[in-house]
């Protein structure tokens, strides 16, 4: 018998009681968690902070704020979604009424990142009651504080039958993925999502990755310059870098990247101040491994430093650092950097197949793609020559923001979609049921066969 066998079975029990599945009971939970993430919103920031140097705006924003956004638009809508699709009749069978029904899959887990806690874990939360799935909730241990708040705030809210959080690290997800699950739902990193499912498959359990990869910001050389570079760094250095969607490098032809540059270190100084690691508004990074890999990776580079460099090791802060003359074979192009280095590749505007294109296509398929030009040949070109997740023109991370879109990976950077109406059909079965009437005759089907 495993670890968790016996909280699996009791909340497959609950959800076979089918208590989850009716409207009402749907939003009087999403009622009481909206409640409850008000309730614990200070804590939420003093426990952010401590993980990760998280500045309230930021917390209010892209965690709270956006939870309890999600939270309202999907109580909105929700009737609807709930709707049964009657479809048109069977031409074999006219008399027939043919229903779609959307069905929930049972126990979900949710394995959840350190790097944006509350959000990343209240959004599938929210998923899984709207959808009449019971949940058990693995928070990321890499944010101990924000763990211990998630915890609190759902034993305060539900019971552990119907929602439970279960903390710790590798052994307790690994613990957990051994039970017979009816669907697993993880955001993280390429690696683990290969043991995660692997594991799925032994069951053959349905499930979502989330991901992240080397998204890159394309700068064409009729942009907006000085707007598109506070919209780079905006994306870049909110959370240090530790975003899925971050822009990872950027491409820039090669006419105006010194003018590129001279924007990006203005607007560093205009975001932080001088000197960036000392600015309350500057996250630091998650623990001392993360940093010493991102230290590594700039120490192995083969590019110059020309903005920023500095590391305060007592801190865990990394300064916003402009990296020039690289090249896809460096150090910093080798793997998703999830922090504030800014790797610059320069192209010949006039051969954007061969040194833009080809290249994005030759390597793993980017979760996210930021695409600067008011040249709609060019838009046209890239968007449908190039396969990444989603993404903006002329700007950057607000795609996932707009929830009437689905938020997704492909290939490398993720399997599945979600959010809104997408999440709905995620995370629901869709059973088809034809419906005929008693005398309605198979003759025509049956041998012997003329």
């Known amino acids: ?86 479809m048109d009749s069977s031409n074999i069978f006219p008399n027939s009424t043919s229903t779609i029904y959307s069905d929930p899959y049972g126990v979900m887990l949710i394995i959840a990142p350190y790097n944006y806690p509350i959000m990343l874990t209240m959004l599938p939360l929210i998923d899984a009651i709207m959808t009449g799935n019971t949940a058990i909730v693995k928070p990321s241990e890499l944010a101990p504080e924000t763990s211990k708040v998630i915890d609190n705030l759902i034993s305060e809210t539900f019971e552990k039958k119907y929602i439970a959080l279960v903390e710790g690290g590798q052994e307790e997800t690994t613990e957990l993925l051994s039970e017979r699950l009816d669907y697993i739902f993880f955001t993280g990193s390429p690696r683990v999502a290969k043991i995660i499912m692997g594991e799925a498959s032994k069951n053959l359990t349905p499930i979502t990755l989330e991901l992240g990869g080397k998204s890159p910001a394309i700068v064409i050389k009729d942009t907006n310059i000085n707007e598109a570079a506070k919209k780079i760094l905006w994306s870049k250095l909110i959370n240090s870098g530790q975003t899925c969607v971050a822009t990872d490098y950027i491409l820039v032809d090669t006419e105006i990247k010194k003018e590129l540059i001279k924007e990006l270190e203005k607007e560093i100084i205009n975001f932080y101040g001088k000197d960036p690691i000392t600015s309350t508004d500057y996250c630091k990074t998650v623990n001392k491994k993360s940093f010493d890999r991102l230290k590594d990776l700039l120490d192995k580079s083969n590019g110059t430093v020309i903005f920023g460099g500095e590391f305060n090791e007592k801190e865990l802060k990394i300064s916003p650092t402009i990296v020039e003359n690289v090249d896809w074979s460096d150090s910093l192009m080798s793997q998703e950097l999830f922090g504030p280095i800014i790797p610059i590749i320069d192209f010949n505007g006039n051969m954007l197949d061969e040194q833009v294109i080809k290249p994005l296509n030759d390597n793993e398929k980017p979760l996210a793609l930021y695409l600067y030009t008011n040249d709609e040949e060019v838009q046209k070109k890239v968007i449908s020559q190039v396969s990444f997740g989603g993404g903006v023109i002329n700007g950057a991370i607000a795609h996932a923001l707009n929830l009437e879109m689905p938020f997704a990976g492909v290939g490398n950077s993720g399997l599945g979609q979600y959010h809104g109406k997408f999440s709905f059909d995620e995370f629901t079965h869709k059973k088809s049921v034809l419906n005929l009437p008693s005398d309605t005759s198979f003759e025509p089907f049956y041998p012997p066969y003329k």
């Open 1 to 86: 018998m495993g670890k968790y066998q016996t909280l699996v079975d009791e909340q497959r029990k609950f959800f076979l009681s089918n208590q989850t599945k009716s409207y009402n009971y749907r939003v009087e939970q999403l009622n009481k968690l909206e409640k409850a993430i008000k309730k614990f919103s200070s804590l939420i920031d003093d426990a952010m902070m401590k993980d990760l140097n998280k500045p309230k705006s930021e917390v209010e924003i892209f965690e709270t704020g956006f939870a309890l956004n999600y939270l309202s638009y999907v109580r909105e809508n929700l009737k609807d979604w709930m709707t049964v699709n009657v």
